[in-house]
């Protein structure tokens, strides 16, 4: 059997519940004023938040030893995106070894969710969410990542490796 409570004629004004949260907020204003040590603060420019090695931020593509792209241009990545915003072009490696590779690859940050879909899709281990978080530009047309930008950028230091070659030197036995 369950019983209906009628609600009070007090919950149907508005009054009561603006001066509770103005009272709470009043008393968070008192405690930070008095205890600012307490205050979770970081001064931004100079000090720069440190997130956790799952953090999901800004694409990657991966190199070989050699410096060569990882990606085989297998379409996976831009298959399991949600918001469509991998574009790949891909052409015939003039090695005969090599199936294909990406001419163009290219990744719209403006539609990217960060889901990590296509890091979890992609075989090869060809492209990671690194760390880093930081996208300034003066217009949206600047966050459209190309290959160079991808892989090549000046603060990844000629690129990241991948980790498959580590794999593969340790099931070789190097």
Same mark, same amino acid.
């Given at each position: 059997m369950s019983i209906v409570k009628k609600p009070k004629a007090i919950s149907n004004w508005y009054l009561p519940g603006i001066l509770s949260g103005m009272g709470f907020t009043f008393k968070k204003l008192i405690k930070n004023?008095?205890?600012?040590?307490?205050?979770?603060?970081?001064?931004?420019p100079? !000090?720069?938040?440190?997130?956790?090695?799952? @953090?999901?931020?800004?694409?990657?593509?991966?190199?070989?030893?050699?410096?060569s792209l990882r990606c085989?241009?297998?379409?996976?990545?831009a298959t399991n995106c949600p918001a469509d915003c991998i574009k790949i072009v891909a052409s015939e490696h003039e090695d005969p070894t090599v199936e294909k590779y990406p001419i163009?690859? !290219?990744?719209?940050?403006?539609?990217?969710? @960060?889901c990590g879909y296509c890091e979890e899709a992609c075989p090869v281990d060809a492209i990671r969410m690194g760390p880093e978080w930081q996208t300034p530009a003066l217009n949206g047309g600047n966050f459209t990542y190309d290959i160079q930008?991808?892989?090549?950028?000046p603060n990844l230091k000629g690129g990241i490796q991948s980790r498959l070659d580590d794999e593969e030197r340790h099931k070789a036995g190097i």
């Open positions: 004023l008095f205890n600012p040590k307490g205050m979770p603060t970081l001064n931004y100079e !000090e720069h938040y440190q997130y956790g090695p799952r @953090f999901k931020g800004n694409h990657v593509l991966t190199v070989k030893k050699d410096g085989t241009a297998c379409m996976l990545c163009s690859y !290219e990744i719209d940050m403006l539609r990217c969710v @960060f930008h991808l892989a090549y950028r």
